[in-house]
Protein backbone atom coordinates (compact mmCIF):
# COMPACT_ATOMS: atom_id res chain seq x y z
CA UNK A 1 0.00 0.00 0.00
CA UNK A 2 1.33 3.54 -1.21
CA UNK A 3 1.38 6.37 1.51
CA UNK A 4 -0.50 9.31 0.80
CA UNK A 5 1.52 12.46 0.92
CA UNK A 6 1.66 14.41 3.90
CA UNK A 7 1.03 18.34 3.71
CA UNK A 8 3.20 20.31 6.11
CA UNK A 9 1.65 22.30 8.55
CA UNK A 10 1.65 26.15 8.19
CA UNK A 11 4.60 28.07 9.50
CA UNK A 12 2.80 30.74 11.56
CA UNK A 13 0.15 28.16 12.94
CA UNK A 14 3.35 26.16 13.65
CA UNK A 15 4.75 29.03 15.56
CA UNK A 16 1.85 29.50 17.37
CA UNK A 17 0.92 26.03 18.28
CA UNK A 18 4.47 26.06 19.50
CA UNK A 19 4.05 29.51 21.42
CA UNK A 20 1.43 28.71 23.35
CA UNK A 21 2.87 25.18 24.33
CA UNK A 22 5.92 26.47 25.77
CA UNK A 23 3.63 29.28 27.62
CA UNK A 24 1.58 26.37 28.97
CA UNK A 25 4.79 24.24 30.21
CA UNK A 26 6.26 27.29 31.17
CA UNK A 27 3.28 27.61 33.64
CA UNK A 28 2.99 24.38 35.12
CA UNK A 29 7.25 24.81 35.83
CA UNK A 30 6.14 27.91 37.44
CA UNK A 31 3.48 26.73 39.57
CA UNK A 32 5.70 23.41 40.38
CA UNK A 33 8.24 25.76 41.99
CA UNK A 34 6.10 27.76 43.79
CA UNK A 35 4.54 24.13 44.97
CA UNK A 36 7.77 23.42 45.90
CA UNK A 37 8.96 25.97 47.89
CA UNK A 38 7.04 25.11 51.42
CA UNK A 39 8.51 22.66 54.02
CA UNK A 40 7.92 18.98 54.03
CA UNK A 41 5.30 17.52 55.38
CA UNK A 42 4.93 14.12 53.19
CA UNK A 43 4.90 10.93 54.78
CA UNK A 44 8.35 9.03 52.91
CA UNK A 45 10.40 12.53 53.54
CA UNK A 46 9.58 12.21 57.12
CA UNK A 47 9.93 8.44 57.77
CA UNK A 48 12.85 7.80 55.84
CA UNK A 49 14.28 9.96 52.73
CA UNK A 50 14.80 12.97 55.12
CA UNK A 51 14.75 11.27 58.38
CA UNK A 52 17.38 8.45 57.36
CA UNK A 53 20.05 11.17 56.14
CA UNK A 54 19.65 13.00 59.05
CA UNK A 55 20.30 10.28 61.32
CA UNK A 56 23.66 9.22 59.18
CA UNK A 57 24.59 12.83 59.46
CA UNK A 58 24.15 12.84 63.53
CA UNK A 59 26.58 9.64 63.54
CA UNK A 60 28.83 10.92 61.10
CA UNK A 61 28.46 8.56 58.27
CA UNK A 62 26.24 5.58 56.96
CA UNK A 63 25.35 2.86 60.26
CA UNK A 64 23.17 -0.16 60.22
CA UNK A 65 19.18 1.10 61.64
CA UNK A 66 17.26 -2.20 62.43
CA UNK A 67 14.61 0.16 63.82
CA UNK A 68 13.82 1.48 60.53
CA UNK A 69 13.53 -1.01 58.08
CA UNK A 70 13.48 1.68 54.80
CA UNK A 71 17.03 2.41 55.75
CA UNK A 72 18.09 -0.54 53.75
CA UNK A 73 16.72 0.66 50.71
CA UNK A 74 18.99 1.99 47.89
CA UNK A 75 19.53 5.69 48.45
CA UNK A 76 21.22 6.86 45.68
CA UNK A 77 18.92 10.20 45.90
CA UNK A 78 19.01 10.48 49.71
CA UNK A 79 22.39 10.56 49.92
CA UNK A 80 22.26 13.82 47.61
CA UNK A 81 19.63 14.73 50.26
CA UNK A 82 22.19 14.89 53.34
CA UNK A 83 24.18 17.61 51.29
CA UNK A 84 21.15 20.44 51.71
CA UNK A 85 20.50 18.77 55.32
CA UNK A 86 24.53 19.18 56.10
CA UNK A 87 23.39 22.86 55.81
CA UNK A 88 20.39 22.84 57.30
CA UNK A 89 18.29 23.38 54.60
CA UNK A 90 15.26 20.64 54.17
CA UNK A 91 13.29 22.51 51.59
CA UNK A 92 16.25 21.95 48.72
CA UNK A 93 15.86 18.14 48.90
CA UNK A 94 12.18 18.89 47.05
CA UNK A 95 14.34 20.59 44.66
CA UNK A 96 16.58 18.32 44.36
CA UNK A 97 13.73 15.75 43.42
CA UNK A 98 12.01 17.78 41.59
CA UNK A 99 14.66 18.71 38.97
CA UNK A 100 14.66 14.69 38.20
CA UNK A 101 11.37 15.24 36.66
CA UNK A 102 12.56 17.88 35.00
CA UNK A 103 15.53 16.19 33.56
CA UNK A 104 13.08 13.42 32.38
CA UNK A 105 10.80 15.96 30.91
CA UNK A 106 13.60 17.08 28.93
CA UNK A 107 14.97 13.88 27.53
CA UNK A 108 11.25 13.55 26.13
CA UNK A 109 11.52 16.91 24.87
CA UNK A 110 14.78 15.80 23.03
CA UNK A 111 13.89 12.84 21.47
CA UNK A 112 10.79 13.93 20.34
CA UNK A 113 12.40 17.27 18.96
CA UNK A 114 14.50 15.23 16.89
CA UNK A 115 12.42 12.44 15.58
CA UNK A 116 8.92 14.87 15.12
CA UNK A 117 10.18 18.47 15.45
CA UNK A 118 10.04 21.04 18.30
CA UNK A 119 6.93 21.93 18.41
CA UNK A 120 5.94 17.97 19.26
CA UNK A 121 8.93 18.17 21.48
CA UNK A 122 7.45 20.41 23.92
CA UNK A 123 4.09 18.61 23.68
CA UNK A 124 5.68 15.57 25.55
CA UNK A 125 7.34 17.41 28.08
CA UNK A 126 4.02 19.00 28.59
CA UNK A 127 1.98 16.06 28.70
CA UNK A 128 4.55 14.69 30.83
CA UNK A 129 5.63 17.44 33.86
CA UNK A 130 1.80 18.01 33.97
CA UNK A 131 0.85 14.81 34.70
CA UNK A 132 -1.03 14.55 38.38
CA UNK A 133 1.50 12.04 39.99
CA UNK A 134 4.49 13.81 38.78
CA UNK A 135 3.09 17.28 39.80
CA UNK A 136 2.44 15.68 43.25
CA UNK A 137 5.93 13.79 43.14
CA UNK A 138 7.92 16.59 42.38
CA UNK A 139 6.63 18.72 45.20
CA UNK A 140 7.73 16.26 47.76
CA UNK A 141 10.96 14.73 49.59
CA UNK A 142 10.55 11.34 47.55
CA UNK A 143 12.82 8.77 44.65
CA UNK A 144 10.48 7.93 42.37
CA UNK A 145 10.86 10.88 39.58
CA UNK A 146 15.00 9.47 39.97
CA UNK A 147 13.42 5.86 39.46
CA UNK A 148 11.55 7.57 36.22
CA UNK A 149 14.86 9.62 35.08
CA UNK A 150 17.06 6.91 35.27
CA UNK A 151 14.97 4.39 33.86
CA UNK A 152 14.06 6.64 30.81
CA UNK A 153 17.76 7.18 30.05
CA UNK A 154 18.24 3.57 30.08
CA UNK A 155 15.57 2.55 27.70
CA UNK A 156 16.78 5.78 25.05
CA UNK A 157 19.88 4.03 25.37
CA UNK A 158 18.93 1.02 24.45
CA UNK A 159 16.89 2.09 21.84
CA UNK A 160 20.18 3.88 20.55
CA UNK A 161 21.84 0.62 20.94
CA UNK A 162 18.88 -1.01 18.70
CA UNK A 163 19.32 1.67 16.30
CA UNK A 164 23.04 1.97 15.48
CA UNK A 165 24.44 -0.79 15.05
CA UNK A 166 24.57 -2.78 18.44
CA UNK A 167 27.42 -0.83 19.94
CA UNK A 168 28.83 -1.89 23.08
CA UNK A 169 28.98 1.81 24.19
CA UNK A 170 25.52 2.16 23.85
CA UNK A 171 24.52 -0.97 25.74
CA UNK A 172 27.16 -0.06 28.70
CA UNK A 173 25.45 3.15 28.63
CA UNK A 174 22.05 1.76 29.10
CA UNK A 175 23.51 -0.75 31.59
CA UNK A 176 24.82 2.13 33.83
CA UNK A 177 21.39 3.98 33.97
CA UNK A 178 19.66 0.88 34.92
CA UNK A 179 21.94 0.66 38.04
CA UNK A 180 21.57 3.97 38.88
CA UNK A 181 17.70 3.46 38.48
CA UNK A 182 17.91 -0.09 40.78
CA UNK A 183 20.65 1.77 43.35
CA UNK A 184 17.53 4.84 43.77
CA UNK A 185 14.59 2.37 44.42
CA UNK A 186 14.25 -1.25 44.45
CA UNK A 187 11.54 -1.08 41.54
CA UNK A 188 14.34 -0.31 39.33
CA UNK A 189 14.61 -4.59 39.68
CA UNK A 190 11.88 -4.66 37.53
CA UNK A 191 13.36 -2.33 35.15
CA UNK A 192 17.12 -4.85 35.36
CA UNK A 193 14.25 -7.94 34.32
CA UNK A 194 12.73 -5.89 31.52
CA UNK A 195 15.28 -4.49 29.88
CA UNK A 196 17.59 -7.70 30.19
CA UNK A 197 14.78 -10.04 28.39
CA UNK A 198 14.61 -6.64 25.92
CA UNK A 199 17.96 -7.28 25.12
CA UNK A 200 18.13 -10.24 24.05
CA UNK A 201 15.00 -9.62 22.08
CA UNK A 202 16.11 -6.78 20.47
CA UNK A 203 19.15 -8.23 19.20
CA UNK A 204 17.58 -11.15 17.74
CA UNK A 205 15.40 -9.30 15.81
CA UNK A 206 17.84 -6.88 14.54
CA UNK A 207 20.39 -9.22 13.75
CA UNK A 208 18.00 -11.84 12.32
CA UNK A 209 19.32 -14.75 14.32
CA UNK A 210 17.65 -18.24 14.23
CA UNK A 211 18.54 -21.98 15.64
CA UNK A 212 22.03 -22.23 17.31
CA UNK A 213 23.66 -18.91 16.15
CA UNK A 214 20.33 -17.38 18.86
CA UNK A 215 22.80 -18.27 21.75
CA UNK A 216 24.95 -14.41 20.74
CA UNK A 217 21.82 -12.62 22.10
CA UNK A 218 23.11 -13.72 24.95
CA UNK A 219 26.11 -11.88 25.29
CA UNK A 220 25.28 -8.43 25.24
CA UNK A 221 22.72 -9.29 27.57
CA UNK A 222 24.91 -10.91 29.41
CA UNK A 223 27.34 -7.67 29.46
CA UNK A 224 24.11 -5.53 30.43
CA UNK A 225 23.42 -7.68 33.49
CA UNK A 226 27.05 -7.32 34.68
CA UNK A 227 27.21 -3.50 34.37
CA UNK A 228 24.27 -3.06 35.98
CA UNK A 229 24.81 -5.02 38.80
CA UNK A 230 28.24 -3.38 38.91
CA UNK A 231 26.70 -0.28 39.49
CA UNK A 232 23.83 -1.30 42.05
CA UNK A 233 26.59 -3.45 43.60
CA UNK A 234 27.71 -0.92 47.03
CA UNK A 235 24.38 -1.03 47.95
CA UNK A 236 23.88 -4.68 48.04
CA UNK A 237 27.31 -5.40 49.21
CA UNK A 238 26.08 -3.23 52.26
CA UNK A 239 23.20 -5.23 52.83
CA UNK A 240 25.06 -8.52 52.20
CA UNK A 241 26.95 -7.37 55.36
CA UNK A 242 24.50 -6.60 57.60
CA UNK A 243 21.66 -9.27 57.16
CA UNK A 244 22.75 -11.37 54.37
CA UNK A 245 20.42 -10.61 52.04
CA UNK A 246 21.74 -8.05 49.11
CA UNK A 247 18.64 -7.03 48.84
CA UNK A 248 16.95 -7.11 52.24
CA UNK A 249 14.01 -6.84 53.10
CA UNK A 250 13.34 -8.45 49.47
CA UNK A 251 13.48 -12.70 48.85
CA UNK A 252 13.54 -13.07 52.66
CA UNK A 253 12.97 -17.14 52.02
CA UNK A 254 15.61 -17.39 49.24
CA UNK A 255 18.32 -15.23 51.23
CA UNK A 256 17.76 -15.83 54.59
CA UNK A 257 15.18 -18.75 55.06
CA UNK A 258 12.73 -16.69 56.51
CA UNK A 259 9.07 -15.70 55.12
CA UNK A 260 9.39 -13.94 51.45
CA UNK A 261 8.69 -10.27 50.59
CA UNK A 262 7.14 -9.34 47.59
CA UNK A 263 9.46 -7.50 44.72
CA UNK A 264 7.52 -4.17 45.40
CA UNK A 265 7.90 -3.26 49.29
CA UNK A 266 6.49 -0.21 49.88
CA UNK A 267 3.10 -1.56 51.45
CA UNK A 268 3.90 -5.24 52.49
CA UNK A 269 0.38 -7.84 51.42
CA UNK A 270 -1.93 -9.35 54.74
CA UNK A 271 -0.97 -12.97 54.94
CA UNK A 272 -2.31 -15.37 53.10
CA UNK A 273 -4.41 -12.94 50.71
CA UNK A 274 -3.05 -12.01 47.52
CA UNK A 275 -4.19 -8.85 46.30
CA UNK A 276 -6.59 -10.01 43.88
CA UNK A 277 -8.66 -11.41 46.52
CA UNK A 278 -7.78 -8.07 48.80
CA UNK A 279 -9.47 -6.18 46.14
CA UNK A 280 -12.59 -8.34 45.99
CA UNK A 281 -13.12 -8.21 49.76
CA UNK A 282 -11.86 -4.82 50.96
CA UNK A 283 -13.45 -2.69 47.54
CA UNK A 284 -16.47 -5.13 46.63
CA UNK A 285 -14.97 -5.37 42.67
CA UNK A 286 -15.99 -7.99 40.77
CA UNK A 287 -13.29 -10.09 38.72
CA UNK A 288 -13.88 -8.12 35.87
CA UNK A 289 -13.24 -4.71 37.67
CA UNK A 290 -10.16 -6.52 39.10
CA UNK A 291 -8.95 -7.56 35.24
CA UNK A 292 -9.55 -3.98 33.93
CA UNK A 293 -7.26 -2.55 36.70
CA UNK A 294 -4.25 -2.00 34.02
CA UNK A 295 -6.90 0.18 31.79
CA UNK A 296 -8.94 1.79 35.14
CA UNK A 297 -5.58 3.29 36.44
CA UNK A 298 -6.06 5.97 33.03
CA UNK A 299 -9.20 6.83 33.96
CA UNK A 300 -10.02 6.65 37.93
CA UNK A 301 -6.80 7.60 39.32
CA UNK A 302 -7.32 9.48 42.88
CA UNK A 303 -4.49 10.80 45.84
CA UNK A 304 -4.79 8.82 48.95
CA UNK A 305 -7.42 6.48 48.24
CA UNK A 306 -6.42 2.81 47.89
CA UNK A 307 -9.48 1.83 45.62
CA UNK A 308 -7.98 4.30 43.04
CA UNK A 309 -4.63 3.78 42.99
CA UNK A 310 -3.43 6.34 45.40
CA UNK A 311 -2.60 8.69 42.19
CA UNK A 312 -3.56 9.95 39.07
CA UNK A 313 -2.95 9.71 35.61
CA UNK A 314 -4.81 10.81 32.37
CA UNK A 315 -6.39 9.42 29.62
CA UNK A 316 -4.88 10.50 26.98
CA UNK A 317 -1.93 7.83 28.37
CA UNK A 318 -4.28 5.32 27.38
CA UNK A 319 -6.29 6.69 24.65
CA UNK A 320 -3.23 8.39 22.24
CA UNK A 321 -0.82 5.17 22.36
CA UNK A 322 -4.10 3.73 20.89
CA UNK A 323 -4.71 6.07 17.71
CA UNK A 324 -0.77 5.44 17.76
CA UNK A 325 -1.44 1.66 16.40
CA UNK A 326 -3.97 2.93 14.41
CA UNK A 327 -1.03 4.66 12.33
CA UNK A 328 1.36 2.44 12.86
CA UNK A 329 1.88 1.47 9.54
CA UNK A 330 2.41 4.40 7.93
CA UNK A 331 5.45 5.47 10.25
CA UNK A 332 8.96 5.11 9.09
CA UNK A 333 10.03 2.00 9.95
CA UNK A 334 13.18 3.77 12.04
CA UNK A 335 9.97 4.75 14.26
CA UNK A 336 8.27 1.78 13.97
CA UNK A 337 11.39 -0.23 15.75
CA UNK A 338 11.95 2.30 18.59
CA UNK A 339 8.09 2.63 19.33
CA UNK A 340 7.84 -1.29 19.15
CA UNK A 341 10.49 -1.11 22.04
CA UNK A 342 8.95 1.62 24.03
CA UNK A 343 5.54 0.02 23.87
CA UNK A 344 6.84 -3.17 24.77
CA UNK A 345 8.50 -1.74 28.40
CA UNK A 346 5.38 -0.18 29.19
CA UNK A 347 2.80 -3.04 28.73
CA UNK A 348 5.69 -5.38 30.35
CA UNK A 349 5.79 -3.07 33.91
CA UNK A 350 2.51 -2.69 34.15
CA UNK A 351 1.83 -6.34 33.71
CA UNK A 352 4.05 -7.47 36.44
CA UNK A 353 3.47 -4.65 38.55
CA UNK A 354 -0.29 -5.83 38.56
CA UNK A 355 0.22 -9.01 38.98
CA UNK A 356 2.87 -8.58 42.22
CA UNK A 357 0.71 -6.39 44.08
CA UNK A 358 -2.17 -4.73 44.93
CA UNK A 359 -1.48 -1.11 41.94
CA UNK A 360 -0.28 2.36 43.11
CA UNK A 361 0.40 4.54 40.11
CA UNK A 362 3.62 5.25 41.71
CA UNK A 363 4.55 1.73 41.08
CA UNK A 364 4.09 2.37 37.54
CA UNK A 365 6.12 5.37 37.44
CA UNK A 366 8.69 3.76 34.48
CA UNK A 367 6.13 3.08 32.06
CA UNK A 368 5.05 6.87 31.75
CA UNK A 369 7.60 8.11 30.13
CA UNK A 370 7.19 5.38 27.00
CA UNK A 371 3.63 6.25 27.51
CA UNK A 372 3.82 9.97 27.19
CA UNK A 373 6.34 9.31 23.65
CA UNK A 374 3.93 6.93 22.26
CA UNK A 375 0.85 9.41 22.93
CA UNK A 376 2.82 12.23 21.26
CA UNK A 377 3.29 9.74 17.89
CA UNK A 378 -0.29 8.56 18.10
CA UNK A 379 -1.09 12.80 18.22
CA UNK A 380 0.93 13.36 15.08
CA UNK A 381 0.22 10.29 13.16
CA UNK A 382 -3.13 11.19 13.41
CA UNK A 383 -2.66 14.70 12.23
CA UNK A 384 -0.83 13.78 9.40
CA UNK A 385 -3.51 11.21 8.45
CA UNK A 386 -6.16 14.23 8.93
CA UNK A 387 -3.80 16.38 6.26
CA UNK A 388 -3.43 13.89 3.96
CA UNK A 389 -4.82 14.41 0.41
CA UNK A 390 -7.31 11.59 0.63
CA UNK A 391 -9.71 12.74 3.67
CA UNK A 392 -8.56 16.38 4.30
CA UNK A 393 -11.97 17.79 2.07
CA UNK A 394 -14.25 14.78 3.75
CA UNK A 395 -17.29 15.51 6.01
CA UNK A 396 -14.94 12.90 8.27
CA UNK A 397 -11.83 14.64 7.99
CA UNK A 398 -13.20 17.46 8.79
CA UNK A 399 -14.69 16.06 11.96
CA UNK A 400 -12.04 15.25 12.99
CA UNK A 401 -10.02 17.82 12.40
CA UNK A 402 -12.11 19.70 14.64
CA UNK A 403 -12.67 17.35 17.68
CA UNK A 404 -8.92 16.36 18.24
CA UNK A 405 -7.92 19.86 19.25
CA UNK A 406 -11.38 19.87 21.49
CA UNK A 407 -10.61 16.75 22.95
CA UNK A 408 -6.45 16.90 23.88
CA UNK A 409 -7.62 20.89 25.57
CA UNK A 410 -10.20 18.65 27.51
CA UNK A 411 -7.56 16.09 28.90
CA UNK A 412 -5.09 18.61 29.70
CA UNK A 413 -7.90 20.27 31.55
CA UNK A 414 -7.98 17.81 33.64
CA UNK A 415 -4.27 18.11 34.70
CA UNK A 416 -5.02 21.96 35.49
CA UNK A 417 -7.68 20.89 37.40
CA UNK A 418 -5.86 18.86 39.79
CA UNK A 419 -3.13 21.35 39.62
CA UNK A 420 -5.66 23.98 40.93
CA UNK A 421 -7.16 21.57 43.62
CA UNK A 422 -3.42 21.22 44.60
CA UNK A 423 -2.55 24.66 44.98
CA UNK A 424 -5.16 24.97 47.53
CA UNK A 425 -4.05 21.61 49.76
CA UNK A 426 -0.60 22.62 49.94
CA UNK A 427 -1.54 26.84 50.47
CA UNK A 428 2.44 27.95 49.50
CA UNK A 429 1.42 31.35 49.10
CA UNK A 430 0.50 32.10 53.14
CA UNK A 431 4.38 30.58 53.90
CA UNK A 432 6.26 32.79 51.06
CA UNK A 433 4.50 35.86 51.38
CA UNK A 434 5.47 35.23 55.12
CA UNK A 435 2.27 35.74 56.98
CA UNK A 436 2.21 31.95 57.95
CA UNK A 437 5.56 30.81 59.99
CA UNK A 438 7.48 27.66 59.23
CA UNK A 439 6.44 26.00 62.75
CA UNK A 440 2.56 26.99 61.83
CA UNK A 441 2.83 25.74 58.35
CA UNK A 442 4.12 22.41 59.21
CA UNK A 443 1.58 22.26 62.35
CA UNK A 444 -1.36 22.58 59.95
CA UNK A 445 -0.10 19.51 58.03
CA UNK A 446 1.40 17.96 60.68
CA UNK A 447 -0.40 18.46 64.10
CA UNK A 448 2.26 16.10 65.89
CA UNK A 449 5.41 18.43 65.05
CA UNK A 450 3.47 20.82 68.01
CA UNK A 451 4.80 17.88 70.30
CA UNK A 452 7.85 17.21 68.95
CA UNK A 453 9.33 21.09 68.92
CA UNK A 454 8.27 21.05 72.81
CA UNK A 455 10.19 17.85 72.98
CA UNK A 456 13.75 19.37 71.50
CA UNK A 457 13.48 22.58 73.34
CA UNK A 458 12.49 20.94 76.66
CA UNK A 459 13.31 18.02 77.16
CA UNK A 460 17.16 16.55 78.21
CA UNK A 461 19.19 15.69 75.32
CA UNK A 462 19.51 12.31 76.99
CA UNK A 463 15.74 11.83 76.76
CA UNK A 464 13.68 9.47 74.14
CA UNK A 465 10.99 8.68 73.12
CA UNK A 466 8.45 5.46 73.07
CA UNK A 467 6.14 6.31 69.96
CA UNK A 468 2.17 4.71 69.13
CA UNK A 469 0.89 5.37 66.19
CA UNK A 470 3.05 8.27 65.14
CA UNK A 471 3.27 6.56 61.08
CA UNK A 472 6.90 6.43 61.78
CA UNK A 473 7.23 10.33 61.06
CA UNK A 474 10.24 11.35 63.33
CA UNK A 475 12.48 13.39 60.97
CA UNK A 476 11.27 16.50 63.25
CA UNK A 477 12.23 15.03 66.43
CA UNK A 478 15.68 15.80 67.66
CA UNK A 479 15.50 13.10 69.95
CA UNK A 480 15.88 9.18 69.61
CA UNK A 481 12.87 7.91 68.68
CA UNK A 482 11.21 4.20 67.74
CA UNK A 483 8.19 2.45 67.55
CA UNK A 484 7.01 1.07 71.05
CA UNK A 485 3.97 -1.20 70.40
CA UNK A 486 6.21 -4.10 71.16
CA UNK A 487 8.12 -3.00 74.14
CA UNK A 488 4.67 -1.83 75.86
CA UNK A 489 2.96 -5.35 74.70
CA UNK A 490 5.56 -7.57 76.58
CA UNK A 491 5.07 -5.54 79.46
CA UNK A 492 1.48 -5.89 79.93
CA UNK A 493 1.60 -9.27 79.26
CA UNK A 494 4.33 -9.93 81.47
CA UNK A 495 3.80 -9.46 85.36
CA UNK A 496 1.53 -6.24 84.63
CA UNK A 497 2.82 -4.68 87.75
CA UNK A 498 4.07 -1.31 87.91
CA UNK A 499 7.88 -2.65 88.31
CA UNK A 500 7.13 -4.45 84.86
CA UNK A 501 6.17 -1.44 83.04
CA UNK A 502 8.61 0.68 84.63
CA UNK A 503 11.25 -1.63 83.89
CA UNK A 504 9.87 -1.92 80.00
CA UNK A 505 9.55 1.87 79.55
CA UNK A 506 11.65 3.61 82.00
CA UNK A 507 14.83 1.67 83.00
CA UNK A 508 15.31 1.13 79.02
CA UNK A 509 15.76 4.69 78.26
CA UNK A 510 12.04 5.38 77.41
CA UNK A 511 11.25 8.04 79.68
CA UNK A 512 8.23 9.64 77.43
CA UNK A 513 5.71 8.46 75.51
CA UNK A 514 4.00 9.85 72.54
CA UNK A 515 0.91 8.60 71.01
CA UNK A 516 -2.26 9.34 68.68
CA UNK A 517 -4.74 8.59 71.22
CA UNK A 518 -7.57 7.62 69.80
CA UNK A 519 -5.67 4.62 67.68
CA UNK A 520 -3.85 4.09 70.89
CA UNK A 521 -6.97 2.88 72.86
CA UNK A 522 -8.63 1.29 69.80
CA UNK A 523 -5.53 -0.77 69.59
CA UNK A 524 -5.49 -1.53 73.55
CA UNK A 525 -9.20 -2.74 72.80
CA UNK A 526 -8.42 -4.76 69.77
CA UNK A 527 -5.79 -6.60 71.26
CA UNK A 528 -5.37 -6.85 74.95
CA UNK A 529 -8.42 -8.49 77.85
CA UNK A 530 -9.77 -6.51 80.14
CA UNK A 531 -7.64 -7.44 82.25
CA UNK A 532 -4.59 -6.37 80.51
CA UNK A 533 -6.37 -3.28 80.04
CA UNK A 534 -7.12 -2.52 83.46
CA UNK A 535 -3.86 -2.96 84.74
CA UNK A 536 -2.60 -0.34 82.43
CA UNK A 537 -4.94 2.36 83.48
CA UNK A 538 -3.64 1.72 86.74
CA UNK A 539 0.12 2.49 85.66
CA UNK A 540 -1.21 5.01 83.59
CA UNK A 541 -3.15 6.82 86.35
CA UNK A 542 0.02 7.06 88.59
CA UNK A 543 2.86 6.79 86.26
CA UNK A 544 2.08 9.22 83.22
CA UNK A 545 1.82 12.52 83.10
CA UNK A 546 0.90 14.70 80.21
CA UNK A 547 3.43 17.25 79.17
CA UNK A 548 1.72 18.37 75.51
CA UNK A 549 -1.21 17.41 73.74
CA UNK A 550 -2.01 18.59 70.20
CA UNK A 551 -5.23 17.53 67.96
CA UNK A 552 -5.64 14.23 69.47
CA UNK A 553 -1.92 13.36 70.20
CA UNK A 554 -0.58 13.29 73.04
CA UNK A 555 2.88 13.36 75.13
CA UNK A 556 3.63 12.03 78.32
CA UNK A 557 6.23 11.54 81.14
CA UNK A 558 7.05 8.23 82.64
CA UNK A 559 7.44 9.12 86.77
CA UNK A 560 9.53 5.74 88.32
Not at 458 to 474: E, H, I, P, T, V
Request: hydrophobic content about 50%.
Amino acid sequence: MTQAPIQSPKGGQSRIVTILITAALAAVVGSILLLTAVPPVSRDALTHHLLVPKLYLAHGGIYEIPSIVFSYYPMNLDLLYAVPLYFGNDILPKFIHMAFGLMTGWLIYGYLKKRLGCGYGLLGALLFLSLPVIVKLSITVYVDLGLVFFSTASLMALVKWAEHGFTARDLSLSAIFCGLCMGTKYNGLIVLCVLFFMTVVVYLRGNGLHGLASAKALLPAALFLVVAVVVFSPWAIRNALWTGNPIYPLFQGFFNSSAATGLLPDIPSAPRLDHFSYRRLAFGEPWWMIALVPIRIFFQGADGAPQFFDGALNPYLFVLPVLALFSWRWQPVRHRQANTIWLVFAVLYIAIVFFQIDMRIRWILPAVPPLVILSVFGLHGTVQRMRSVDIVDSIRGKLMTGLLPIALFCMLALNVRYLADLFSRVSPMGYLSGRVTRDEYIVDHRPEYVLFRYANQNLSSDASLLCFFMGGRYYYSDLPAQDGNGTLTRAIRGSGSPAAFEAALYLNGNQYLMMNVTLFNQWLMDNFSGEEIEKFGRFAGSHLKVLKESKGFVLFAVSP
